[in-house]
Every structure is written in C-alpha cells, then in structure tokens.
C-alpha cells in the first residue's frame, strides 16, 4: 500500500471519470490550486457534510484560485444523484478500483464502529480513509490531511488556500 504523499511532493497523477462522464486527469488542473478530498461513500452523513461544506465554501475556494475534487468508489449514476441532490457545484470523480485513493494511500484497513451492524462491530474492511489534499499550481502537495472529521476537512483545506 502506497503511502499518503508528503508536503512538497508531486502529487500523483490520474485520470478519471467524472459525475457527467467526462475524462479529467489532475494535470488538467495546472495553474490552479486543487482541493482533492476522498469520502467513503454517497450520500452517507459524513460524506454529506464535507461534500456540503465544501460547497458552502465553494464562492471563497474559486476567489483564492482552487477548485475542488471529491473522490470515492461510487460509481457515476451515485455521484450524479448525490451531486444533483446536495447541489454541489465540484466536480465528484469516479474511484471505483480504488486506483486514486491508493496511489494517495487512503485506500486503508477500517474498523467496523458502533454505527455498524451488531455483528460487524470490530471486523475490519478495505475502505477509503477520510482525507484531502491541497495541491498547489505546479502540481506540489501543500497540504495532507488523512483521517480527518468532515467538518475539519473543509475548513483545514481552506486555512491553507490562504
């Protein structure tokens, strides 16, 4: 398993399919700033509010030259519905073999919590750990926050836009 890129490394390049089936990849993004957060699923309540927080900040993210990009294994038809649903005006990128979330080492083993099935609790699982990442215009990682609430996220990512 790929560690989470330090500060000042070149964030690892991808190419994905969007919430509209388009094509990005993050070189695309050059001269802008990027917030790539990871979530592990749609329409979940913590997924929920991150997703929501970034799109509440959405106006003060365009102002200091960033963008946002949510990625987790959803498929497009779940990021679309979600998207639609919640209004969220970023782009929900498609990680379905879990290619981006690994090559930015949150592709990590969970523990089922109290929030699981009584059967589950303490079994463990492969899921997406909740993160982002602040990539500067050249492509650097200026930021790298794994195992974050949903609420510091967004406000943690935006602290260091500036």
């Known amino acids: 398993m790929a560690e989470a890129p330090a500060v000042g490394a070149s964030a690892p390049d991808f190419t994905a399919t969007t919430d509209t089936g388009a094509t990005v990849t993050l070189s695309d993004f050059r001269g802008k700033r990027v917030i790539l957060y990871f979530y592990p699923q749609d329409d979940t ?13 959405y106006p003060t993210i365009e102002e200091k030259n960033a963008v946002v ?3 987790s294994p959803d498929g497009q038809k779940s990021h679309a519905t979600f998207k639609t649903k919640h209004n969220l005006p970023f782009t929900l990128l498609v990680d379905e073999d879990h290619t981006i979330a690994e090559a930015y ?19 463990t699982y492969m899921g997406v750990e909740r993160s982002h990442f602040v990539i500067d215009e050249a492509g650097k990682i200026a930021q790298a926050e794994v195992k974050i609430e949903p609420e510091a996220s967004v406000e943690k990512a935006i602290a260091a836009l500036g």
């Open 69 to 71: 990009l949510g990625v």
């Open 105 to 123: 080492g949150v592709w990590t083993e969970q523990t089922y919590g109290a929030w699981a099935e009584p059967s589950m609790v303490g079994r």
């Open 45 to 57: 309540p913590g997924c929920t509010t991150q997703a929501c927080g970034f799109r509440d900040a």
